[in-house]
């Protein structure tokens, strides 16, 4: 049975004038900035406290728990609410972020409370980001979804590209227990932000429990669902394909790149500006249209043409042309993301949401980071070109399958 919105949320009133969503968005933005400051901090301390190899084993002890549990979180998410999950769960981060900055103000413990604050967040993160995806379908109606998915989008690169100014200005002033403080106040804004969003429930016959499963037959359950589902099994697919191929020659690759051009670390970051320019623009383009027509054939010829502007930075003689590629790339990235991200809100049944966008972001946040070494060590061993060509490839498979499926090829955004 499909949820049906309360008189409430049928509104025609478009979710940047929502006050609810802009009070989510508020608080959305706020946790980002302080993840941003978080990570800069906890780079910062575990360099100070130890060797690069043990900073670096600090850096990723999120990612276990946090691919571990991911698909369990996004069970927790539907079963409790997503606005109950993530009102807890930024109480969470905030209170251990904090909890470290004491400790380092008062002495210095080392790499032990570091270690154990990146294992906490991980774990918060893999039950707090199935949650986030699946709140805005509670907060308004479906043909807004689209929208929330562009604003949420200007959100993550407003908070990066304030967020590491902050932290660092935090750690020049203070160290690395200002920086963590800093860290623990931007996401304590979030929460009285998020306790004054209302959302609407699910029906009875909707809600996970309903028929008292266990934890373990709603995952079975979600899984079973994303399957056999027209459109969503094949966009999970072409999503797992896009990342894994644009994931390695835009992190790791693009440092390897720049070195070997002797663009150098400022050219490096002309580069980088250049895609977030790009993407920003993409959200921007979707929050102010709403939506845009033959959803699933956007995307479908982003992917493609991506993976193409992808295979061609490789192969750019100057900054100057490396940085109108990466332009181009991060507002085909930026566009088909966005596009994808708003048939998974609008094709999936609000009760498995946070089950969907765990699937989802398990494959961004838990998969797709195994292609940097990979992609490091292919580079080494065969240079850049001939990697970024075969990511490229990689990538552009996700846009075949998503013209190739009809499903998802004639998906359209709600109107």
């Keep these: 049975m499909t949820a049906t919105l309360t008189p409430a949320l049928t509104g025609a009133r478009p979710a940047h004038r929502d006050p609810a969503v802009l009070r989510w968005l508020a608080a959305y933005t706020s946790s980002m900035a302080g993840d941003s400051v978080y990570y800069l901090a906890l780079s910062w301390a575990a360099v100070q406290a130890g060797t690069p190899s043990q900073a670096g084993l600090v850096m990723t002890a999120s990612a276990v728990p ?9 069970v927790i998410a539907d079963r409790l609410g997503p606005r109950r999950v993530v009102i807890g769960s930024d109480a969470v981060r905030c209170a251990a972020v904090l909890a470290v900055a004491a400790l380092l103000f ?12 990146a294992l906490v967040f ?8 199935p949650a986030v995806g699946a709140l805005p379908a509670r907060m308004t109606s479906r043909d807004q979804l689209a929208r929330v998915q562009g604003m949420r989008g200007l959100a993550i690169r407003f908070a990066g590209v304030v967020g590491a100014p902050l932290g660092g200005f935090a750690v020049a ?8 403080g800093l860290a623990g106040l931007l996401i304590a804004m979030s929460v009285p932000l998020l306790v004054c969003v209302r959302v609407r429930d699910l029906p009875p016959d909707d809600t996970v429990g309903a028929r008292r499963t266990t934890a373990r037959a709603d995952l079975t ?8 589902h027209r459109v969503l099994g094949p966009l999970m697919l072409a999503v797992a394909l896009g990342d894994l191929g644009f994931v390695g020659p835009l992190n790791v690759g693009l440092t390897l790149l720049a070195d070997e051009r002797g663009w150098g670390a400022a050219g490096m970051g002309w580069v980088l500006a250049g895609f977030g320019v790009g993407a920003g623009a993409a959200s921007l383009l979707l929050t102010l249209r709403g939506r845009l027509p033959h959803a699933g054939r956007v995307a479908g010829w982003s992917i493609l043409a991506g993976a193409l502007a992808i295979g061609a930075l490789a192969y750019m ?31 999936a049944d609000p009760a498995y949401l946070g089950r969907v966008t ?6 961004s946040l838990g998969l797709t980071p195994l292609s ?10 065969w240079g850049t070109g001939p990697v970024f060509v075969a990511s490229a490839t990689l990538c552009g498979l996700g846009g075949v399958v998503a013209l190739g499926v009809p499903g998802l090829r004639r998906a359209e955004l709600p109107r």
């Design 66 to 74: 946090r691919a571990l549990l991911m698909l369990g979180g996004g």
């Design 358 to 363: 765990a699937v989802s972001s398990l494959v």
């Design 372 to 381: 940097m070494p990979l992609s490091a060590a292919a580079i080494g061993a």
């Design 173 to 180: 002033a203070g160290g690395a227990a200002a920086a963590f």
């Design 106 to 117: 008062v002495t210095s413990p080392g790499l032990w409370p570091l270690a154990l604050l």
């Design 221 to 228: 359950a979600g899984l079973r669902y994303i399957r056999r």
């Design 317 to 347: 003689p100057t900054v100057a042309t490396a940085v109108v590629t990466a332009l181009l790339i991060g507002l085909l990235a930026g566009l088909s993301g966005a596009m994808c991200g708003a048939l998974l809100q609008t094709q």
């Design 122 to 129: 991980g774990t918060v993160d893999a039950v707090f980001v």
